[in-house]
């Protein structure tokens, strides 16, 4: 856990210390990215995000990753609308250019049929992270900056590279199941997200609220990675039960993680761990 961050075990509450949150620029997006800069770091160096860059990437993992990425967009884009007038959120308010939510319909219906809302399975860990995002959309819009950042950027630095990834990795012959790592509203990403860097650092803060969307941007990488260990824990959990016949003749089972039932089958349970590389790539690989 990084130095600077406690986390109440209950309340999921984040109280962070941010010595030396002060740097020259006074550019929200310089500070953000000095003041998350460890626990960055922390998320590329896994070892499961190396295995995705080897290019160890399924389809099983691909069709996992989506399950948590509609409820996290879910959350975040519903906010987004909710507070599209807030003086914080409109200033990086860009449905028509970075919305995720559509995309990634048109993702899990490829893969999984018209009935795919129905075999959405998610992590205790993303449900928490999406109760966080709720919770301050009601509260405290302008923590929206934080996670808007974080997850649009990201997405939109590491998309074509990604994409190329889970294309040939999956064995995909065209585009279609990879509609997510699009972003036919933005001709040039370089330039949009000089644009919303700017937008973003025109926002105006207390220095209380800056220090809060600091600590909010610290909490946002948190919340990636605790969805990647729960992951791993389920994981864990169930390949140490002893008396597991072979897969087929596995019946489905329920874990409890965080507080959550999460109903489980063989392969779920199988691919749960290999689908944390694909998820921490997506908090990674974004150019602040």
Known sequence: MS?????????????????????????????????????????ESTELMLSFQRGQVTLQQYKLLLCSLYEIYLALEEEMDRNCDHPSVAPIYFPAELARLATIEKDLEFFFGPDWREKIVVPAATERYCHRIRQIGQENPEYLIAHAYTRYLGDLSGGQVLGRIAQKSMKLGGSEGLSFFAFPGVSSPNLFKRLYRSRMNSVELTE????????????????????????????????????????RSRPATTLQVGGSMIQTNPLFRMVLGLCLALATVSIGLYAL
């Open 208 to 247: 209380e609220q800056r220090s809060a969307v600091l600590q909010e941007a610290l909490g946002a990488f948190e919340f990636n990675i605790q969805v990647f260990e729960d992951l791993q824990k389920m994981l864990n959990v169930t390949e140490n039960k002893p008396g597991v016949g072979t897969p």
């Open 3 to 43: 130095p600077h961050l406690i986390m109440h075990p209950i309340k999921d509450v984040f109280l962070m210390r941010l010595p030396g949150i002060c740097c020259c620029s006074r550019d929200l997006s310089e500070q953000i990215k000095k003041v998350t800069k460890d626990v960055h770091v922390r998320a």
